[in-house]
């Protein structure tokens, strides 16, 4: 062999092993306990709202309890909502309130770690496991709150959602998930969860990623500026608890709604032709699971009014899942 293609070969090796040998992202440990709150209604009001007026938000952005008949009283049903990435409650509003309204139960309004912030803040403490613990705050409210949880979660939120009813199945009534992070539909984007991912990330997009929305409505509500380690803190949450075994102990009933229409017209942000294989693992009957494609929202984020062309097909395919297969709605 000449002597180039050798040169070539050892070139390739030692960019091979350098790769390899780089930095590693260092793998999340997602706790399995409930965090302590106060019991008493009003305290937990008051501290969550402490718990807002110190970060500095945008307006509208803050994490609340919207009580039924705006009446501090625990409901029989409780809704939390999860919103996903670089989002807002304004991502599932106003089916996720009208739901709420419908069942007569009290609804929490989560706001996940590091979202809503003003920048330069924005994201900047989000991880996966900061994430996570805004997501158990989130159940523990909803407990608090109501006698049984049904959670609503768009995209991330229903990373975060299905981590929840796989850890505590005692606790979680029933799942509606609203175009769920499964998988990322990003090209490539299992370069940023792999060797060098925060620094690949930061060569490519910079040290921050800016995000265009056609309403102006939206910069309200979705995070606009944020930096760019974010991206690679994302995929980190969802590789490492989308997995099968993970799905397998799904144990409530869940409704999943997506928009499809045709190969072309699809949700683009998230991998939905995985969701049949999903369903088809959770430990459910099949009268408890739904999947269900949605022509008309023509957007990832069906129950927000900012995006979708039609929430009200969202509101009714999710109350006739609770009258038909969960006989909770007369």
Known sequence: MKKRYWTIILVLLILLVTYFSGPRIPIPVYSNELPELPTDLTELENLIRSQENREPLRKDNEARIIWHHDTAKVTPYSIVYLHGFAGSYRDGYPVNVQVADSLGANIFLFRMAGHGLIPPASLENFSPTSAWESALEALKIGKTIGKKVIIISTSTGGTLALKLAQTFPESVYALINLSPNIEDNMKAAFLLNSPWGYEITQLFIGDYRKIAHESTLATQYWDTVYTSKALVDLQVLVSTTMKEELFKQIQCPVLTLYYYENIL?????????????????FSIPDSLNQLTPLQTPKTHFLGSDIKSKDTEVVLQEILKFFKDKLSILN
């Not at 969701?275 to 693992?281: A, C, R, S, V």
């Open 265 to 281: 017209d699809k949700d683009q942000h998230v991998e939905i032709n995985r969701y049949p294989e999903i369903h088809q693992l």
